[in-house]
């Protein structure tokens, strides 16, 4: 059963625009959420991430949204730089559970 | 501060053979956590250790299992391989579980 979805498997973005992740969550007991980048034949490089007593967090060109009451939370990238081009992954977890629910990624590539 | 490191980073087995992988935290670091990658399932979690203590376990057959050292060191360990194992095994680390998650650049696992 996938609690963590990312229905867009892909996102093509030209350089300088901005990029919107989108994601979206079945559990509600979920309370963290975190966002991951991916390049090939490497381990996931946390990004960004939100607790769920927030709504916004920014770091940089990354600000993520939460929105609890649609489960919903997207990842924004202002502007998008050609090294922005990878696998985004979002995942969710609640306090005490011990592991991370990922959804299934969304390759963005940014166009120069 | 160096990452998280695992070892072997590729590895090629036949059917039926049996592996152990290994993960050395961030300094620091008590908790670990194991994960699969496929094309297919996407990032599926395996389980989680904290002080030498399994605390969550996902859904995997028994011949997956794992352990951690008094030093965070931890290894895991697949028995009669199978097709199917054939995945990128990712570990990570954090402070507390409640940390966010740090990923190593993962063993290749190729089962002929």
């Known amino acids: 059963d996938q609690q963590v979805k990312q229905n867009s498997p892909s996102l093509s973005v030209q350089e300088g625009r901005i990029s919107i992740l989108n994601c979206d969550y079945t559990?509600?007991?979920?309370?963290?959420f975190l966002w991951y980048k991916k390049y090939p034949a490497e381990g996931p490089t946390f990004l960004i991430s939100?607790?769920?007593?927030?709504d916004k967090n920014e770091d940089g060109r990354f600000t993520v949204f939460l929105n609890k009451s649609a489960k919903h939370l997207s990842l924004h990238i202002v502007p998008s730089q050609p090294g922005d081009s990878a696998v985004y992954f979002c995942a969710a977890t609640q306090y005490y559970d011990y592991k991370l629910s990922f959804g299934a990624g969304t390759t963005v590539t940014v166009r120069a | 501060k160096a990452g998280v490191t695992q070892t072997p980073r590729y590895l090629i087995k036949t059917r039926g053979q049996q592996v152990t992988l290994s993960c050395s935290p961030i300094?620091?670091?008590?908790?670990v956590s194991w994960y699969q990658q496929t094309p297919g399932q996407g990032l599926q979690f395996l389980f989680e250790y904290f002080s030498e203590t399994q605390r969550n376990k996902g859904n995997f057959p028994g011949r997956f299992s794992g352990r951690q050292f008094s030093n965070s060191r931890s290894e895991m360990n697949v028995s009669t391989l199978e097709l199917g194992d054939s995945a990128l095994y990712l570990c990570a680390s954090s402070v507390t579980y409640e940390e966010t998650q740090y990923f190593g650049p993962g063993t290749r696992l190729l089962v002929l």
């Open positions: 939100i607790s769920s007593i927030k």
């Open positions: 300094s620091g670091h008590r908790s």
């Open positions: 559990n509600s007991m979920f309370d963290y």
